[in-house]
């Protein structure tokens, strides 16, 4: 049965809540605990359990920083760990939250499917989990941004700043949804230009040095390559920095809108990103799953949060984060 069909779980004791958060305070990296509000205990609070996929990049951290905040506006408690990355740091991360006894997890997951035998483990304790950024096998519901959107709006952009017609590149990025649509999203927008000729699609790992290794070898092979699209804001710039070694001149585009890129848009090869906005992400994740551990149905539909095209001449309308 699904946990949207599920009825409130039945209070804990005040002996049972004292031990849950006794061990939580001690197990979590980054604890924020609230007073009251809406949630199972019999005090009325609701604790979340909150693994993100990697401190080294400021748009996870950004989103952390906005569930903190969010929780301490809703008072609920919440658990914010960092899984550098690493499934199964991720999963061990989610069995610790199950064996707390939290109301629901919030999870970015470092890998879409990977990470799904963990979420079985929780939906078995009767823990509903929502996906944010990216979705996540056997999560209740899903906040994510466009991805298909920014990917197609980043890709149309560089093929009307290389006048219709070129040869572009892509460095890819790890196996989750965001960078999937993302891709999706690119393709899309290549396609419909048949002056465009994709040479070179290659996976990096979402860093800037790995990004940069990969561009590189892209452009010792193809050194007439005219633009590149990378799938996050680290590989663009580490696409961007592969080229000022060698040289070359190309026009880059990435995806995210983090400050580390807004600030070279207009002084380096990268020429746009589609900005996302991870605070609204986390917002919106906590919301849900307040209401999931509340007993609330959610729409199973995943929650679309629109990208917008961050430019050198639209900077200045955008709230650039991290």
């Known amino acids: 049965m699904s946990v949207l069909d599920r009825t409130c779980p039945r209070a804990k004791t005040p002996s049972k809540i004292a031990a849950a958060l006794g061990t939580a305070l001690i197990a979590a990296g980054t604890m924020t605990a609230c007073a009251s509000g809406a949630g199972a205990g019999d005090d009325g609070r609701t604790t979340i359990g909150v693994t993100l996929n990697a401190a080294s990049n400021p748009f996870f951290l950004a989103e952390g920083q906005a569930i903190e905040t969010a929780a301490a506006e809703k008072r609920v408690e919440v658990s914010v760990q960092y899984a550098n990355a690493d ?19 919030i999870v970015d997951a470092v890998d879409s499917d990977g990470i799904g035998p963990a979420l079985l483990r929780a939906t078995q304790a009767n823990i509903p989990v929502v996906a944010v950024d990216v979705t996540a096998i056997g999560a209740d519901a899903t906040v994510t941004s466009d991805n298909v959107q920014a990917g197609r709006e980043a890709c149309t952009y560089l093929v009307e700043q290389l006048g219709g017609s070129g040869k572009v590149a892509i460095v890819d990025g790890a196996a989750v949804s965001a960078i999937s649509d993302r891709m999706q999203g690119c393709q ?15 996976r990096a790992d979402l860093t800037r040095d790995k990004a940069m290794n990969v561009a590189s070898t892209i452009l010792t092979a193809n050194p007439d390559v005219d633009g590149f699209f990378g799938v996050n804001d680290p590989t663009a710039i580490g696409i961007s920095l592969a080229a000022q070694q ?7 585009v990435g995806v995210d809108g983090a400050k580390q890129l807004t600030d070279l848009l207009g002084k380096s090869s990268i020429i ?21 551990a509340g007993g609330e149905k959610v729409d199973s539909a995943p ?14 309308a955008y709230n650039t984060w991290g």
């Open 87 to 105: 499934v199964a740091v991720q999963s061990d991360q989610i069995d610790t939250f199950i064996r707390q006894k939290v109301d629901s997890i």
């Open 188 to 202: 899309e927008a290549f396609d419909a230009h048949p002056d465009v000729e994709v040479v070179a699609t290659q």
């Open 246 to 252: 060698k040289g070359v001149d190309v026009k880059v």
């Open 272 to 292: 746009a990103t589609s900005g996302q906005d991870p605070a609204q992400l986390g917002r919106s994740g906590l919301d849900t799953a307040v209401r999931l």
């Open 303 to 316: 929650t679309l949060i629109p990208t917008v095209l961050v430019t050198a001449d639209t900077i200045t």
